[in-house]
């Protein structure tokens, strides 16, 4: 749905306050505008990131990190976004970029399961 190839050539390790910016292609080809993230906190169990660009003046994206057995986990994406009067196209365009994300997780985790049943 949306691809955000970076501006500049990204680094091997990224690490806490770190800024990236990449320019949002929507469906590949149609341009967008530079979006800019800012990485917050990376740790174990916790990611974080602020984010901003074009009409969002704020995209406070957290991912956390949940063991749920050995081996396996939960994760949760908590995202606050505030782009004024976009602020509700914003938010159902998260949406649905977060279900086809979860849905290519799982594609990818049934993949993997097979693989190493084999």
Same mark, same amino acid.
């Given at each position: 749905?949306?691809?955000?190839?970076?501006?500049?050539?990204?680094?091997? @390790?990224?690490?806490? +306050?770190?800024?990236?910016? #990449?320019?949002?292609?929507?469906? /590949?080809?149609?341009?967008? $505008?530079? =979006?800019?993230?800012? @990485?917050?906190?990376? +740790?174990?169990?916790?990611? #974080?990131?602020?984010?901003?660009? /074009?009409?969002?003046?704020? $995209?406070? =994206?957290?991912?956390?990190?949940?063991?749920?057995?050995?081996?396996?986990?939960?994760?949760?994406?908590?995202?606050?976004?505030?782009?004024?009067?976009?602020?509700?196209?914003?938010?159902?365009?998260?949406?649905?970029?977060?279900?086809?994300?979860?849905?290519?997780?799982?594609?990818?985790?049934?993949?993997?399961?097979?693989?190493?049943?084999?």
């Amino acid at each position: 749905m949306v691809q955000m190839p970076p501006i500049e050539r990204l680094p091997e @390790t990224i690490t806490e +306050g770190q800024r990236i910016t #990449a320019e949002l292609r929507f469906l /590949g080809v149609l341009p967008g $505008w530079h =979006h800019t993230l800012t @990485t917050e906190r990376l +740790g174990e169990l916790e990611i #974080a990131s602020r984010e901003h660009g /074009g009409p969002v003046r704020e $995209w406070n =994206h957290r991912i956390t990190f949940q063991e749920t057995s050995p081996g396996s986990c939960r994760y949760t994406d908590s995202v606050e976004i505030h782009a004024g009067l976009a602020t509700p196209t914003v938010v159902l365009f998260a949406h649905l970029i977060y279900r086809d994300r979860q849905w290519r997780w799982r594609a990818l985790a049934r993949v993997l399961a097979a693989e190493s049943n084999v």
